[in-house]
């Protein structure tokens, strides 16, 4: 079955680049999500990439796309404290009604 | 903007009581999930639906069950709750265009409700 990894924590200082990645195994994903939690919340969806995508971009947000490796990673530019929040990473999974979730990465931003 | 509203956002029930989570959506989307969510584990999937009256196991089911007599309520059921089932439990849900992935249909979550089982 599809299986999701990503490192459980990062911390940054506010204004330097956040980067979260993300390894997935189902080659077949044709979708890869980025969500966003903050404290107290449910997820919300920041940002997604189509399998034939190398790169999106929207605003401070890249995501980049290595389907060799099967790597995902978000970048975030000019990270500030409204950005400290769990960050999960998701890919379909089976019959494609269901995404399989990231453990979450839970990013610190520092002043 | 969709909205999916979560009966309640902290719940305290003791052991071996039948515990009622109900999740409503106001989109008309087929598709709705229960995912539990505990720290270090990410999101587990527990039932879905994609229709009503219709319903799938996801990765751990056992010790729930689900209903979906509406299109628009989700309901996930405890019949007897355990302290191993204290956790956050969030409501998702999504429409169908061929797909989840084809269509590239997001989940929308609720808020979570907070489950302790004493």
């Known amino acids: ?111 | 903007d969709v909205k999916v509203t979560q009966s309640s956002r902290y719940l305290v029930k003791r052991t071996g009581e039948k515990v009622f989570l109900e999740c409503v959506q106001d989109m008309d989307h087929e598709n709705m999930f229960w995912y539990r969510q505990d720290p270090g584990l990410g999101l587990r999937l527990i039932y879905f639906s994609y229709d009503v009256k219709m319903k799938e196991k996801g990765d751990i089911p056992e010790g729930y069950s689900v209903s979906r007599e509406k299109k628009e309520r989700f309901s996930l059921i405890l019949e007897s709750a355990s302290t191993n089932q204290t956790s956050m439990y969030l409501c998702a849900s999504s429409f169908s265009k061929g797909g989840l992935t084809r269509s590239g249909a997001p989940l929308h979550f609720g808020n979570g409700t907070r489950l302790t089982v004493t």
């Open chain 1, 1 to 111: 079955g599809e299986d999701v990894e990503q490192s459980l924590f990062l911390s940054v200082r506010e204004g330097d680049s956040s980067v979260i990645n993300c390894t997935y195994t189902d080659s077949s994903s044709t979708y890869l999500y980025w969500y966003k939690q903050e404290p107290g919340a449910g997820l919300q969806l920041l940002t997604y990439i189509f399998s034939n995508m190398d790169m999106k971009q929207d605003q401070r947000l890249t995501v980049l796309l290595n389907k060799k490796d099967k790597h995902l990673s978000l970048r975030i530019a000019d990270t500030q404290t409204g950005d400290s929040a769990i960050y999960f990473c998701a890919a379909p999974k089976g019959s494609a009604r269901q995404l399989t979730f990231g453990s979450g990465t839970q990013l610190t931003v520092l002043p």
